[in-house]
Structure formats: structure tokens, C-alpha cells
């Protein structure tokens, strides 16, 4: 893996890790808002969510537009994809790994 893609899919998982940060991926998954509402559901200052915003900004999932002092947020899962890359990859070597360790436990049983 290239180094850069590397720090993509770190900075998709670090965003993804917090749940507030979830919160409003879930929400801008249903349509674009402003920063406003975005905080409104959250007892936190405009300030704190200001940073999470831009933690995912950083990590390529939130785009946002500004049209004099209002600021649209839309989701963006592009760079979701590396990270489902990523654990499509662990998840077919914990499956084979796992069919194996079936497979030897069942010869086991049929030579004892």
C-alpha cells in the first residue's frame, strides 16, 4: 500500500472511531445541512463540533460548500472505499483461516 494511501485510510478510521463523528455522517447520509443543524442534536459548543467537522474534512467524507456565511456540509464515501478495501481483505483471511481451523477440528473428530 502506498504510504499516502496508507494515511487516507488512517484518517478515515480516526474519523470513523469517535461517535459524534458517526452521528453526523449518519446525518448528512440523509440529505446536506448547515453546521447548525448539524450541532443541534449534540449538547456541545458550535466550537467542538466546528472540530469534528474538520477532522472529517480531512479524511475526504465531508465536502463543504460556502455561500456567504452559510456553510453546507454534504457526505462524500469515497474514501470510505479503502477502508471497506481494507477490511474486505481481513475478512477473507479471517475466513480462510477459520474454514481451516474447521476443517482440521473435523478430521480430528473423525480419527478419534
Given at each position: 500500500?502506498?504510504n499516502?494511501?496508507?494515511?487516507?485510510?488512517?484518517?478515515?478510521?480516526?474519523?470513523?472511531?469517535?461517535?459524534?463523528?458517526?452521528?453526523?455522517?449518519a446525518?448528512?447520509?440523509?440529505?446536506?445541512?448547515?453546521?447548525?443543524?448539524?450541532?443541534?442534536p449534540?449538547?456541545?459548543?458550535?466550537?467542538?463540533?466546528?472540530?469534528?467537522?474538520?477532522?472529517?474534512e480531512?479524511?475526504?467524507?465531508?465536502?463543504?460548500?460556502?455561500?456567504?456565511?452559510?456553510?453546507?456540509?454534504?457526505?462524500?464515501?469515497?474514501?470510505?472505499?479503502g477502508?471497506?478495501?481494507?477490511?474486505r481483505h481481513?475478512?477473507?483471511?479471517?475466513?480462510?483461516?477459520?474454514?481451516?481451523?474447521?476443517?482440521?477440528l473435523?478430521?480430528?473428530?473423525?480419527?478419534?
Amino acid at each position: 500500500m502506498v504510504n499516502n494511501q496508507g494515511a487516507q485510510l488512517d484518517a478515515v478510521f480516526h474519523a470513523l472511531a469517535d461517535p459524534t463523528r458517526r452521528a453526523i455522517i449518519a446525518r448528512l447520509a440523509q440529505a446536506p445541512c448547515g453546521i447548525s443543524e448539524l450541532a443541534a442534536p449534540f449538547d456541545m459548543t458550535l466550537a467542538a463540533i466546528s472540530k469534528h467537522i474538520k477532522v472529517l474534512e480531512g479524511a475526504g467524507l465531508l465536502l463543504r460548500s460556502i455561500e456567504g456565511r452559510n456553510h453546507t456540509c454534504r457526505l462524500d464515501t469515497g474514501p470510505m472505499v479503502g477502508g471497506m478495501e481494507w477490511l474486505r481483505h481481513y475478512e477473507t483471511f479471517w475466513n480462510q483461516r477459520l474454514d481451516a481451523l474447521v476443517t482440521a477440528l473435523n478430521a480430528e473428530d473423525t480419527t478419534a
